[in-house]
């Protein structure tokens, strides 16, 4: 059998191994609804965080999440960067205790400060997996920014549990699911780990805001957006103050062109 040339045979395998991958694309997009657009508070080159609906959703992510996911890039002080006042802030946290070290170096439990980062729910990662069937729950501090879809995905993942009897025979045929697992619209693969955590009046709201899935949902997207990138509108103010630099600067080049140039026109 004549072979091929090695510069051939680089090329079709290049060839082959992008019409797989390109394949597994196309599958993983056939089967996974990507999530649907929203109106964010924060979104476009003005926008900023609501407040009122990031304070709403710190108190889902502390009454719900936060008994098995971590959010160790915050420390409590930055929850006043959402509207709490520093008493406010202190009132929150007054029953949670972190772990520190003794005088004698021993380890101990004292009452959480301002300065503290959030508690991780577990001692390290090996006790979370063995606490979850084997796989830790992911840490929360950007998982906005680390999501494909943003606030959109979060909000679509938590909103898009299908109970088993919902279920059509084809989709429990596919994926061969039982009444056991947690079937997701919007996870890729469907079967997901985590039970569903949100649920119509899994929360009562502090101002009185009716508590449905969807409105606990959105309200701890919008916080965990804030998480992600809470210098976002910082950001923003500092760009545009350099876009109306630059068009200010802009403008005296060009009155300096016309004045030096003039005695030429």
């Known amino acids: 059998m004549p072979r091929l040339p090695m510069k051939k045979l680089v090329i ?24 649907p657009q929203r109106s964010w508070h924060f979104q476009g080159p003005f926008g900023t965080y609501d407040r009122a609906a990031a304070q709403r959703g710190y108190q889902v992510y502390a009454e719900v999440c936060a008994a098995c996911h971590s959010l160790s890039l ?11 006042t520093e008493n406010q802030v202190k009132g929150l ?60 995905y979060v909000y679509a993942l938590l909103t898009g ?24 619209t919007y996870f890729p693969g469907h079967r997901i780990a985590m039970a569903p955590p949100l649920s119509d009046d899994k929360v009562t ?32 103010r500092t760009g545009v103050r350099v876009v109306l630099f630059l068009l200010a600067l802009a403008g005296l080049m060009y009155a300096v062109k016309r004045q030096v140039w003039s005695d030429k026109h």
Do not use: C, H
């Open 93 to 152: 946290i007054k029953d949670i205790t972190v772990p520190d070290l003794n005088d004698d170096g021993q380890p101990i439990d004292r009452p959480a400060r301002l300065s503290d980062r959030f508690r991780n729910p577990f001692p390290n990662a090996l006790a979370a997996a063995a606490a979850n069937n084997g796989k830790a729950p992911p840490d929360l501090s950007v998982i906005v920014k680390a999501r494909a879809g943003g606030a959109d």
């Open 161 to 184: 549990y299908v109970p088993y009897d919902k279920l059509t025979p084809a989709q429990i045929k596919e994926l061969n699911v039982v009444k056991d697992d947690n079937y997701n």
């Open 205 to 236: 709201y502090v101002d009185g805001t009716k508590s449905t899935l969807e409105q606990q949902s959105s309200d701890v997207s919008e916080f965990l957006a804030w998480a992600s990138e809470p210098w976002m509108e910082d950001r923003k």
């Open 74 to 84: 915050l420390a409590y002080r930055n929850l006043m960067e959402i509207g709490l």
């Open 12 to 35: 079709s395998g290049a060839i082959a191994l992008a019409a797989v991958i390109t394949g597994a694309v196309a599958i993983a997009a056939g089967t996974t609804p990507q999530p």
